[in-house]
Protein backbone atom coordinates (compact mmCIF):
# COMPACT_ATOMS: atom_id res chain seq x y z
CA UNK A 1 0.00 0.00 0.00
CA UNK A 2 1.41 3.11 -0.64
CA UNK A 3 1.27 6.34 1.38
CA UNK A 4 -2.07 8.48 0.72
CA UNK A 5 0.48 11.58 0.73
CA UNK A 6 1.66 10.83 -2.69
CA UNK A 7 -1.94 12.28 -3.80
CA UNK A 8 -2.59 16.16 -4.68
CA UNK A 9 -4.83 16.52 -1.74
CA UNK A 10 -3.44 18.83 0.93
CA UNK A 11 -1.98 16.44 3.20
CA UNK A 12 -4.33 16.92 6.51
CA UNK A 13 -7.52 17.70 4.59
CA UNK A 14 -6.47 14.07 3.09
CA UNK A 15 -6.07 12.57 6.53
CA UNK A 16 -8.54 13.68 8.79
CA UNK A 17 -11.03 12.82 6.04
CA UNK A 18 -9.51 9.44 5.01
CA UNK A 19 -8.76 7.68 8.36
CA UNK A 20 -11.89 5.83 9.29
CA UNK A 21 -10.96 4.58 5.18
CA UNK A 22 -7.93 3.29 6.04
CA UNK A 23 -9.40 1.69 9.41
CA UNK A 24 -12.16 0.00 6.59
CA UNK A 25 -9.76 -0.70 4.13
CA UNK A 26 -7.08 -2.73 6.72
CA UNK A 27 -9.81 -4.53 8.28
CA UNK A 28 -8.75 -2.83 11.53
CA UNK A 29 -10.33 -4.09 14.88
CA UNK A 30 -10.80 -2.45 17.45
CA UNK A 31 -9.76 -3.64 20.71
CA UNK A 32 -11.61 -3.12 23.93
CA UNK A 33 -8.84 -4.50 26.12
CA UNK A 34 -5.59 -2.36 25.16
CA UNK A 35 -7.57 0.38 25.80
CA UNK A 36 -7.81 1.47 21.46
CA UNK A 37 -9.80 5.02 21.57
CA UNK A 38 -8.06 6.32 18.92
CA UNK A 39 -7.92 10.60 18.09
CA UNK A 40 -8.59 11.63 14.54
CA UNK A 41 -9.33 15.21 14.65
CA UNK A 42 -6.40 17.52 12.86
CA UNK A 43 -6.96 20.52 14.80
CA UNK A 44 -7.09 18.55 18.06
CA UNK A 45 -4.18 16.52 17.25
CA UNK A 46 -1.73 19.50 16.50
CA UNK A 47 -3.11 21.63 19.85
CA UNK A 48 -2.17 18.22 21.66
CA UNK A 49 1.42 17.74 19.91
CA UNK A 50 1.90 21.69 20.58
CA UNK A 51 1.45 21.05 23.93
CA UNK A 52 3.09 17.89 24.55
CA UNK A 53 6.49 19.16 22.56
CA UNK A 54 7.55 22.78 23.53
CA UNK A 55 9.93 23.39 20.75
CA UNK A 56 11.56 21.87 17.51
CA UNK A 57 14.74 20.31 19.59
CA UNK A 58 12.99 17.87 21.53
CA UNK A 59 13.05 14.22 21.46
CA UNK A 60 9.70 12.23 21.95
CA UNK A 61 8.93 8.44 23.37
CA UNK A 62 4.96 8.14 22.33
CA UNK A 63 3.65 5.27 24.47
CA UNK A 64 0.53 3.75 22.77
CA UNK A 65 0.57 5.45 19.05
CA UNK A 66 -2.27 3.64 17.66
CA UNK A 67 -2.35 4.09 14.38
CA UNK A 68 0.53 7.27 14.29
CA UNK A 69 -2.24 10.24 13.98
CA UNK A 70 -0.89 11.66 17.37
CA UNK A 71 2.58 10.75 15.78
CA UNK A 72 2.18 12.76 12.97
CA UNK A 73 1.98 15.77 14.55
CA UNK A 74 4.24 15.18 17.13
CA UNK A 75 6.95 14.23 14.22
CA UNK A 76 5.46 17.57 12.54
CA UNK A 77 7.28 19.20 15.78
CA UNK A 78 10.06 17.20 17.25
CA UNK A 79 13.39 16.60 16.05
CA UNK A 80 12.96 12.64 16.36
CA UNK A 81 9.77 10.57 17.69
CA UNK A 82 10.17 7.34 19.07
CA UNK A 83 6.68 5.64 18.74
CA UNK A 84 5.86 2.39 20.71
CA UNK A 85 2.35 0.27 20.09
CA UNK A 86 1.79 -2.96 21.30
CA UNK A 87 -0.73 -4.20 18.44
CA UNK A 88 1.17 -5.35 15.43
CA UNK A 89 -2.09 -5.51 13.05
CA UNK A 90 -2.44 -1.77 12.91
CA UNK A 91 1.25 -2.59 10.91
CA UNK A 92 -0.68 -1.64 7.65
CA UNK A 93 -2.62 0.78 8.57
CA UNK A 94 -0.02 2.69 10.47
CA UNK A 95 2.52 2.56 7.43
CA UNK A 96 0.24 4.10 5.28
CA UNK A 97 -0.56 6.58 7.51
CA UNK A 98 3.23 7.85 8.81
CA UNK A 99 5.20 6.59 5.93
CA UNK A 100 5.87 10.69 5.23
CA UNK A 101 8.06 11.22 7.91
CA UNK A 102 12.11 11.01 8.17
CA UNK A 103 12.40 11.43 11.82
CA UNK A 104 10.34 8.76 13.41
CA UNK A 105 11.18 5.52 14.60
CA UNK A 106 8.41 2.65 14.91
CA UNK A 107 9.04 0.01 17.98
CA UNK A 108 6.58 -2.74 18.41
CA UNK A 109 6.27 -3.85 21.78
CA UNK A 110 4.67 -3.35 25.37
CA UNK A 111 5.49 -0.72 26.87
CA UNK A 112 5.73 -1.69 29.83
CA UNK A 113 8.89 -4.16 29.21
CA UNK A 114 10.20 -1.07 27.85
CA UNK A 115 13.33 1.38 29.54
CA UNK A 116 10.85 3.91 30.66
CA UNK A 117 13.44 5.61 32.79
CA UNK A 118 14.48 7.18 29.72
CA UNK A 119 17.72 6.41 30.22
CA UNK A 120 18.81 4.73 27.19
CA UNK A 121 17.26 7.71 24.88
CA UNK A 122 19.55 10.08 27.32
CA UNK A 123 22.52 7.95 26.18
CA UNK A 124 21.45 8.51 22.57
CA UNK A 125 20.70 12.41 23.04
CA UNK A 126 23.04 13.84 25.74
CA UNK A 127 21.84 17.17 25.87
CA UNK A 128 18.42 17.27 23.98
CA UNK A 129 15.39 17.83 26.06
CA UNK A 130 13.44 14.42 25.96
CA UNK A 131 9.44 13.93 26.69
CA UNK A 132 7.62 10.91 27.26
CA UNK A 133 3.55 11.47 25.69
CA UNK A 134 0.81 9.83 24.73
CA UNK A 135 -2.66 8.92 24.77
CA UNK A 136 -2.28 6.11 26.94
CA UNK A 137 -4.93 3.38 28.49
CA UNK A 138 -5.90 3.83 31.53
CA UNK A 139 -4.62 0.34 32.86
CA UNK A 140 -0.97 1.02 31.68
CA UNK A 141 -1.14 4.72 32.77
CA UNK A 142 0.50 4.55 36.43
CA UNK A 143 2.74 2.03 35.97
CA UNK A 144 3.95 4.00 33.02
CA UNK A 145 4.30 7.32 35.12
CA UNK A 146 6.25 5.42 37.93
CA UNK A 147 8.68 3.55 36.01
CA UNK A 148 9.42 7.01 34.52
CA UNK A 149 9.88 8.63 37.75
CA UNK A 150 12.30 5.98 38.96
CA UNK A 151 15.71 7.15 40.44
CA UNK A 152 16.93 10.17 38.58
CA UNK A 153 14.20 10.38 35.46
CA UNK A 154 16.24 11.40 32.38
CA UNK A 155 12.78 12.92 31.16
CA UNK A 156 12.54 16.65 31.13
CA UNK A 157 8.82 16.73 30.53
CA UNK A 158 5.43 13.71 30.65
CA UNK A 159 2.50 14.60 29.09
CA UNK A 160 -0.62 12.08 28.61
CA UNK A 161 -3.82 12.32 27.20
CA UNK A 162 -5.72 10.25 30.54
CA UNK A 163 -9.35 9.83 32.01
CA UNK A 164 -10.16 13.34 33.00
CA UNK A 165 -10.60 11.72 37.23
CA UNK A 166 -6.81 9.88 36.59
CA UNK A 167 -5.41 13.22 35.27
CA UNK A 168 -7.12 15.81 38.29
CA UNK A 169 -5.42 12.89 40.99
CA UNK A 170 -1.79 13.39 39.36
CA UNK A 171 -2.71 17.36 39.71
CA UNK A 172 -4.69 17.57 42.92
CA UNK A 173 -2.97 19.32 46.07
CA UNK A 174 -2.89 18.00 49.10
CA UNK A 175 -5.78 18.62 51.25
CA UNK A 176 -8.62 16.88 49.11
CA UNK A 177 -9.79 13.22 49.10
CA UNK A 178 -8.49 12.65 45.66
CA UNK A 179 -4.69 13.28 46.48
CA UNK A 180 -3.00 9.97 46.87
CA UNK A 181 0.03 8.27 45.88
CA UNK A 182 0.16 9.07 42.56
CA UNK A 183 -0.25 12.77 43.55
CA UNK A 184 2.00 12.60 45.71
CA UNK A 185 5.15 11.36 43.31
CA UNK A 186 4.32 13.27 40.51
CA UNK A 187 4.08 16.44 42.48
CA UNK A 188 7.17 15.37 44.09
CA UNK A 189 8.70 14.78 40.46
CA UNK A 190 7.51 17.75 38.25
CA UNK A 191 5.62 20.81 37.94
CA UNK A 192 1.32 19.19 36.88
CA UNK A 193 -0.82 20.78 35.02
CA UNK A 194 -4.14 19.78 33.77
CA UNK A 195 -3.64 21.61 30.32
CA UNK A 196 -7.35 21.10 29.11
CA UNK A 197 -10.49 18.63 28.86
CA UNK A 198 -10.98 16.45 25.62
CA UNK A 199 -14.88 15.02 25.43
CA UNK A 200 -15.45 12.00 24.91
CA UNK A 201 -16.93 12.54 21.46
CA UNK A 202 -13.20 13.13 20.36
CA UNK A 203 -11.76 9.57 20.63
CA UNK A 204 -13.03 6.71 17.91
CA UNK A 205 -14.71 4.80 19.51
CA UNK A 206 -16.19 7.19 22.73
CA UNK A 207 -14.75 5.92 25.73
CA UNK A 208 -17.15 6.37 28.70
CA UNK A 209 -15.57 9.41 30.56
CA UNK A 210 -13.94 12.63 29.37
CA UNK A 211 -10.25 12.62 29.51
CA UNK A 212 -7.86 15.59 30.32
CA UNK A 213 -4.26 16.73 28.72
CA UNK A 214 -1.46 16.73 31.46
CA UNK A 215 1.68 17.94 31.18
CA UNK A 216 4.39 17.38 34.31
CA UNK A 217 7.47 19.33 33.86
CA UNK A 218 10.38 17.51 35.28
CA UNK A 219 12.23 19.41 38.58
CA UNK A 220 15.79 19.33 37.39
CA UNK A 221 17.14 18.80 41.58
CA UNK A 222 14.99 16.87 44.22
CA UNK A 223 15.16 17.26 47.93
CA UNK A 224 16.26 13.89 48.83
CA UNK A 225 18.68 11.19 47.83
CA UNK A 226 17.96 7.99 46.06
CA UNK A 227 17.72 5.76 49.27
CA UNK A 228 15.64 8.35 51.05
CA UNK A 229 13.01 8.17 47.61
CA UNK A 230 12.62 4.67 48.32
CA UNK A 231 11.69 5.73 52.09
CA UNK A 232 8.76 7.99 50.67
CA UNK A 233 7.77 5.58 48.52
CA UNK A 234 7.46 3.04 51.16
CA UNK A 235 6.55 5.52 53.29
CA UNK A 236 3.54 6.27 50.71
CA UNK A 237 2.39 3.33 49.53
CA UNK A 238 1.89 2.32 53.26
CA UNK A 239 -0.07 5.14 54.22
CA UNK A 240 -2.63 5.41 51.04
CA UNK A 241 -3.29 1.65 50.94
CA UNK A 242 -4.58 2.33 54.61
CA UNK A 243 -6.49 6.12 54.17
CA UNK A 244 -8.54 5.92 56.84
CA UNK A 245 -6.09 5.37 59.32
CA UNK A 246 -3.83 8.15 60.53
CA UNK A 247 0.18 7.95 59.56
CA UNK A 248 0.95 7.10 63.31
CA UNK A 249 -1.30 3.50 62.87
CA UNK A 250 -0.42 2.79 59.26
CA UNK A 251 3.45 3.13 59.56
CA UNK A 252 4.18 2.10 63.13
CA UNK A 253 4.76 -1.27 62.07
CA UNK A 254 7.25 0.10 59.43
CA UNK A 255 9.26 1.49 62.71
CA UNK A 256 9.08 -1.38 64.82
CA UNK A 257 6.52 0.99 67.45
CA UNK A 258 4.15 3.83 67.93
CA UNK A 259 6.71 5.60 70.13
CA UNK A 260 9.81 5.63 67.98
CA UNK A 261 7.23 7.19 65.38
CA UNK A 262 5.76 9.58 67.89
CA UNK A 263 9.17 10.39 68.86
CA UNK A 264 10.48 11.28 65.10
CA UNK A 265 7.11 13.34 65.04
CA UNK A 266 7.97 15.51 67.73
CA UNK A 267 11.65 16.16 66.51
CA UNK A 268 10.70 17.07 63.34
CA UNK A 269 7.71 19.20 64.32
CA UNK A 270 5.20 16.32 62.18
CA UNK A 271 1.87 15.93 63.33
CA UNK A 272 1.01 12.11 62.53
CA UNK A 273 -2.08 11.83 63.96
CA UNK A 274 -3.35 13.18 60.33
CA UNK A 275 -4.49 11.30 57.84
CA UNK A 276 -2.22 11.06 54.92
CA UNK A 277 -3.86 13.40 52.36
CA UNK A 278 -3.86 16.05 54.55
CA UNK A 279 0.13 16.06 54.76
CA UNK A 280 1.52 18.30 52.72
CA UNK A 281 4.52 17.80 50.49
CA UNK A 282 7.16 19.22 52.42
CA UNK A 283 6.19 17.05 55.44
CA UNK A 284 6.68 14.06 53.44
CA UNK A 285 9.95 15.51 52.59
CA UNK A 286 10.50 15.66 55.94
CA UNK A 287 9.71 12.11 57.44
CA UNK A 288 11.06 10.06 54.60
CA UNK A 289 14.57 11.92 55.36
CA UNK A 290 13.86 11.53 59.39
CA UNK A 291 13.36 7.96 58.91
CA UNK A 292 16.07 7.38 56.11
CA UNK A 293 18.93 6.58 58.73
CA UNK A 294 16.30 4.25 61.10
CA UNK A 295 14.76 2.20 57.53
CA UNK A 296 17.96 2.34 55.69
CA UNK A 297 18.99 -1.04 56.16
CA UNK A 298 15.45 -2.83 55.73
CA UNK A 299 15.22 -1.56 52.50
CA UNK A 300 18.52 -1.40 50.31
CA UNK A 301 17.60 -5.13 49.68
N1 LIG B 1 -2.21 7.43 20.40
C1 LIG B 1 -3.28 6.91 19.59
C2 LIG B 1 -3.90 5.63 20.16
C3 LIG B 1 -4.44 5.77 21.55
S1 LIG B 1 -5.32 4.33 22.09
C4 LIG B 1 -4.33 7.99 19.39
O1 LIG B 1 -4.34 8.94 20.15
O2 LIG B 1 -5.16 7.85 18.50
C5 LIG B 1 -4.10 3.59 23.13
C6 LIG B 1 -3.09 2.75 22.35
O3 LIG B 1 -2.21 2.13 23.29
C7 LIG B 1 -3.70 1.60 21.54
O4 LIG B 1 -3.24 1.67 20.23
C8 LIG B 1 -3.20 0.32 22.24
O5 LIG B 1 -3.02 -0.74 21.36
C9 LIG B 1 -1.89 0.81 22.84
N2 LIG B 1 -1.44 0.04 23.99
C10 LIG B 1 -2.18 -0.56 24.95
N3 LIG B 1 -1.40 -1.15 25.86
C11 LIG B 1 -0.11 -0.96 25.46
C12 LIG B 1 1.15 -1.35 25.98
N4 LIG B 1 1.27 -2.06 27.11
N5 LIG B 1 2.26 -0.96 25.31
C13 LIG B 1 2.17 -0.22 24.17
N6 LIG B 1 1.00 0.17 23.64
C14 LIG B 1 -0.12 -0.18 24.27
Known sequence: MGCKEEQSVHPEIMKSTTYSQIIREHGVRLKKRLGQHFMTDPRLLSSIAEAMVPSDGWVALEIGAGLGTLTRKLCGRARWVYALEIDMELGPAVSEITCDFANLTWIWGDALKFDLSGQTL?????????????????????????????????????????????????????????????????QYRARV?????????????????????????????????????????????????????????SLSPLFG??????????????????????????????????????????LQA
Open 122 to 186: RGTYPTAPLVLCGNVPYYVTSGIVYSAFVGRPAWNRLAFVVQDELGRRMAEPPGSRQFGRLSLWC
Open 193 to 249: AVERKIPKGAFLPPPKVDSCLVTMDVYDEFPLSIQEEKVLDEISRRAFSQRRKTLLN
Open 257 to 298: SKDELLGLGEQYGLDLSKRPEDMTLDEYVTLARAAAPRLSLD
